[in-house]
């Protein structure tokens, strides 16, 4: 049986192997797939931040999240952001309404270009509820298998002291989201 909402890493890489030492955001292509109908797969030729989206979502799974691409980053970015996950409207969005045991998943849009005018596909009539177990595990495995590209990796290298804040706090909130939700 199909699972009603599945989103997985199918390729994970850094954007240049030369300065993978100096490359702050993972990068790839990514599957969604929401009640059967697929969002992104890799023969759309779309490539994702893979650590800055799976940080995102990891946040949505004790919090709301109202879709609203005029204001809000989205849940699965382009990866121009880097870790600040802002700067690029390419993006998927939905809204994460937590009822209960439940989650209701709704309002899906990508945009596909940096014009938000053109190239954005609503898919209005997608709305998922699943158990709240089902939707941590999607996301928990997403996260876990980002998380394992940076924990195989070498130290990145960062000489302004902005940045390594910046990463130093995206992985402190990466790290208490994933392990709270882990021991849940």
């Known amino acids: ?10 390729k994970q890489h850094w954007i240049d192997e030369q300065f993978k030492d100096e490359d702050l955001c993972s990068h790839g292509e ?10 992104t797969q890799p023969r759309f030729n779309e490539e994702w931040g893979i650590s800055e989206s799976a940080l995102a979502l990891l946040r949505t799974l004790d919090k709301d999240y109202i879709c609203d691409p005029d204001s809000e980053e989205g849940l699965v ?6 870790i600040l996950m802002m700067g690029c409207p ?3 969005h939905w809204s994460v309404k937590h009822c209960g045991d439940e989650v209701l998943l ?3 849009v990508k945009f596909t270009t940096t014009n938000p005018q053109v190239g954005n ?3 209005k009539e997608i709305k998922v ?5 089902e939707y941590r595990d999607e996301i928990i495995s997403f996260a876990l298998q980002a998380k394992e590209l940076f924990d195989n990796s070498s130290e990145k290298i960062i000489s302004d002291d902005f940045d390594k804040d910046m990463y130093r706090e ?14 849940n």
């Open 129 to 133: 509820k699943l158990s709240k177990e």
């Open 90 to 92: 390419i993006s998927i």
């Open 106 to 108: 709704s309002d899906f």
């Open 30 to 39: 990514i599957y969604l797939s929401v009640n059967g109908l697929i969002i």
């Open 170 to 183: 995206f992985w402190n909130e990466y790290n208490y989201l994933l392990e709270s939700s882990l021991s």
């Open 121 to 123: 596909m609503e898919y």
């Open 77 to 82: 970015f382009h990866g121009c952001g880097a």
């Open 1 to 10: 049986m199909d699972k009603k909402f599945e989103i997985k890493i199918l």
